[in-house]
Every structure is written in structure tokens, then in C-alpha cells.
């Protein structure tokens, strides 16, 4: 019966994970959905994840584990993990949550003509314990289906809840690392097709300190923004905005859209915002769907003033 049913292939990639990896492992290697494939790639830790792995593979015949010689970061190593996938099916996995036994079995379940499904996920600490909040109540959790949606970084479709196509994660390579892995994926994703949203949490996202990427370090990621000056964030939107323009093919309208921001990011100078300010207002209600406000219409509003003085 498993031969009949497609090949789902589990990307985990790690460095320096031992504190939180075996207990990720045993809930990926306890998935309900069969067939599975799962490959590790390590960039080079130092502590004991590399023995932990080997142990796994070990014990498990679908188990395989790649070190990277060199250090190739976080969204080159996912990106060479998926390279290597050769399931139907893709799904990113961290070396610090709990996936739910059953993750899998339901998004394949609902993932149908959709490009990406994902899930939403339940906060708990460096102890496992839970801090009785959901990501859907930091995030508004939603299907995406335009590229104008992916403008502004931090979307609410991360890579840890998600479940994508194996033809959208090749049509993706290479990947710029001028955007996340998830945010790039998504981007991708709408261009000729869905990402859908299951309302179901399957996994359990571990807060602490020493996590790549923490959904909850709002305020740490605003400070280092804000330490940039305004020529670094003009320039850094600027380029997250060539790769979006590269790829988006020429019939689509949202390409000129994406083209227009990019123009208006060149400098600060009045015109500049002032036209930044309005296009953004224009697509609003796009590009701000997954921001979590209690009165979305006026928010909406007054994030698009701010563009006068800010990038997107």
C-alpha cells in the first residue's frame, strides 16, 4: 500500500543543534505517513549533532546524513538539502521543534492542486513546555495566492509548517539569500499557483535564544533594522525586489507592480516617497494580509503612510 502512495522527502538541516535534535528526530522518524525519505545536511557543527545523526542513520534505512565541508548558511544549506530530495513531496524540518505524528499525513491530505500547504504551529520553550500561544496569534494565518503578498518580509507561511511540491521547490533554485528560504518559496509559489492554510496545529515551534529564526523576536529584528541607515535599507529592499522582478514571468501584471517598488527604492528624494507611499496604498490590502491587527482597514492605512519615510 506505501508503494502506491507518493514519496514524501523530510529536509532537516543543522549546526550545533544537539541540545533540542534527538527529540525532533523521534517525532519525525514516528510520522504516521509512509513513504518517507529523510536527508540531514550538517554545515559543519562542532558539538554533537554530527555523532547524534550518525547514530540515526544507523538505525533507520531511510536516514541519510551529508556534511557540508564548508559553512554555506541557512538558505544555501536548506537549498542544497532540497536538491537532493526525491520525493513528490517536500518538507523543510528544523533541528529544534516537535512535528505532531500525524504533520504529514494530514498536509499531504489536503495539499491537492495546491503549489505549498502549511499548518500553524504552537509556541513552548527551551523545555518543551508549552507558552499557551499559537502562531496564529501573532501572525494572520491565510492562503496566499499573488506575489504581491510576498512583498514585505516576515510572511505567516514558514518553512517549518509547510508541505510543498517538489516542482516549485526546483523552479525556485537557485535561491537568493537576500530573502528566506520560506519567503522565497512562497514568492515562487504564487506565481502559477496557491499556498493554502490547514488550521491545525501539527507542530510545536520552540521558542529560546540560540534559534535561527524565533517568529516571536519582533522587537531584536526592528533593532536591527533600525541600526541600518537609510541608504542600507533602500539598498537591501532594492535587491529583494530584483530577484522577485527577475523571476516573475513577463505576462504576469504584478511584475510591473514589483518593477515600480524597485524604481522607487532607488533614492529617499521626496518624488520617490511620496510615489513608494501611494503604490504601496494602492496594494495595501495585498501585501499587508498577513500582518495581525485589530482594526485592519485603519492599520493598513497608516502603514502605507509610513512608507513615506520607510521601505517595504
Excluded at 537568493?176 to 496545529?201: K, M, Q, R, Y
Excluded at 535561527?212 to 542600507?232: F, G, P, V, W, Y
Aim: hydrophobic fraction near 35%; proline fraction near 3%.
Amino acid at each position: 500500500m506505501n508503494s502506491q502512495r507518493p514519496l514524501v522527502s523530510i529536509v532537516i538541516t543543522t549546526y550545533n543543534g544537539e541540545q533540542f535534535l534527538r527529540e525532533q528526530l523521534n517525532s519525525v522518524i514516528a510520522q504516521t505517513y509512509q513513504p518517507l525519505e529523510i536527508i540531514v545536511v550538517d554545515d559543519g557543527s562542532t558539538d554533537n549533532t554530527l555523532n547524534i545523526l550518525n547514530g540515526y542513520a544507523t538505525n533507520h534505512e531511510n536516514f541519510t546524513v551529508i556534511q557540508n565541508e564548508q559553512n554555506l548558511g541557512y538558505v544555501k544549506n536548506f537549498e542544497k538539502g532540497f536538491s537532493l530530495a526525491t520525493g513528490d513531496y517536500i518538507a523543510p524540518c528544523d533541528q529544534d521543534d516537535i512535528w505532531l505524528t500525524t504533520k504529514i499525513e494530514v498536509l499531504v491530505n489536503h495539499i491537492q492542486d495546491h503549489a505549498i500547504v502549511y499548518c500553524n504551529s504552537e509556541f513552548i520553550d527551551g523545555s518543551g513546555k508549552t507558552l499557551y500561544q499559537k502562531m496564529s496569534d501573532t501572525k494572520t494565518l491565510t492562503h496566499f495566492d499573488n506575489p504581491l503578498m510576498y512583498l514585505e518580509p516576515g510572511i505567516s507561511a514558514l518553512g517549518h509548517a509547510m508541505l510543498i511540491k517538489k516542482e516549485v521547490v526546483f523552479a525556485a533554485m537557485p535561491f537568493p539569500t537576500v530573502l528566506s528560504h520560506d519567503n522565497w518559496l512562497g514568492f515562487v509559489a504564487t506565481l502559477t499557483g496557491s499556498v493554502e492554510f490547514v488550521d491545525l496545529v501539527l507542530v510545536q515551534y520552540r521558542r529560546h535564544e540560540t534559534n535561527l529564526t524565533n517568529a516571536l523576536h519582533k522587537k531584536d529584528r526592528k533593532k536591527n533594522i533600525q541600526k541600518k541607515t537609510r541608504r542600507e535599507r533602500l539598498e537591501n529592499a532594492q535587491q529583494r525586489l530584483a530577484v522577485m522582478y527577475e523571476k516573475c514571468p513577463d505576462g504576469l501584471p504584478e511584475k510591473k507592480v514589483i518593477g515600480q517598488f524597485y524604481s522607487y527604492h532607488e533614492s529617499a528624494s521626496f518624488r520617490n516617497n511620496f510615489l513608494r507611499m501611494y503604490l504601496f496604498f494602492q496594494h495595501r490590502d495585498k501585501i499587508l494580509r498577513h500582518k495581525k491587527y485589530r482594526y485592519p482597514k485603519l492599520k493598513r492605512c497608516l502603514h502605507s503612510i509610513k512608507l513615506f519615510f520607510k521601505t517595504i
